[in-house]
């Protein structure tokens, strides 16, 4: 009956993934079919995390933290985990074996978050390579099947992407972010006195990172580019609305892609697939 627990958990994470993000979903659809479970597994693993330092305001976040770090470690050692989204987590990092350093810089990212403080350069690129590079690699390892050269070629493109999903994260959640947790991510940036200077520095890195990470989205695996290509575009779309609007704007409210067009984008990635170059 362990295949019936198997099967209840991966259904967690991809119920976990469905409430949490339209965006993200819809991009695994757009995924090879034995792609689903894995990386849905890694979306949900994720997201717990997430919740506890972002969410869990009436809780005692470090100790939950602490918690869920080492029950992630259990499940990995153990091959089990009575959390569902642990167990299916661990049976995609032995399937696809992804590296426990991965997931530690993951939760140590996760830690940082704790501390409610404003980052400098260094911990910026700490941060970013904890909470989203790292899980863009989780993803590569997923797609790339133990092919370890494609994985080599393709980890930077990889890493890139996830920093500039992280960093539009970051534009699109300024107000909450900076009014309610308490942290400002962008280093040597004053939010009282945030600048247009400021916005468009911000989105000239962006822009780099989404110029080496479409490159690596038209070299991966068949199966793994429509997918990830759809999650690029809607991010492109989110980042080009807020490149359109003034600082203000989005320290007053939290900019938005509406779910009808989310869908167009699916269809049109489906019918079209990636643009050339």
């Known amino acids: 009956m362990k295949a019936l627990f198997d099967k209840v958990s991966a259904r967690c994470s991809r119920i976990t ?3 949490y993000s339209t965006s993200f979903s819809l991009g695994i659809r757009l995924l090879a079919k034995k792609f689903h479970a894995p990386v849905y ?27 869920f770090r080492e029950q992630t470690y259990a499940a990995i050692a153990g091959r ?15 399937t696809y074996h ?6 530690d810089t993951f939760l140590d990212s996760m ?15 700490q ?47 300024v107000k909450a972010d ?35 990470a479409i490159d690596g989205i038209r070299r991966l695996p068949a199966g793994a580019r429509k997918g990830v290509y759809l999650a ?3 991010y492109v779309v989110l980042f080009n609305k807020i490149k359109n609007l003034p600082p203000q704007k989005i320290m007053t409210e939290r900019i938005r892609v509406a779910n009808s067009h989310k869908i167009g984008l699916m269809l049109q990635t489906m019918v079209v697939g990636l643009p050339g170059k």
């Open 111 to 125: 830690e940082m978050d704790l501390q409610q403080q404003c980052y400098s350069r260094s911990l910026y690129e």
């Open 17 to 19: 993934t469905e409430a």
């Open 178 to 212: 900076s009014q309610e947790l308490g942290r400002l991510y962008f280093p040597g940036v004053n939010l009282d006195h945030f600048t247009a200077a400021d916005k468009q520095q911000i989105e000239k890195e962006i822009g780099a990172d989404l110029k080496q």
């Open 80 to 94: 089990i985990s009575l959390n569902p989204i642990l167990n299916s987590f661990q049976e995609t990092v032995h």
């Open 98 to 103: 992804i590296e426990m350093e991965l997931i």
């Open 127 to 173: 941060y970013i390579l904890g909470s989203a590079e790292v899980v863009g690699l989780m993803c590569l390892r997923v797609f790339t099947e133990g092919d370890h050269a494609q994985y080599a070629k393709l980890q930077q493109p990889a890493m890139k992407l996830g920093a500039a999903f992280q960093k539009i994260n970051f534009l699109r959640d």
């Open 41 to 67: 597994a890694i979306y949900g693993f994720v997201r717990l995390a997430d919740e506890i330092v972002d969410s869990f305001h009436s809780y005692p976040k470090a100790a939950l933290l602490k918690g």
């Open 232 to 234: 690029y575009a809607y």
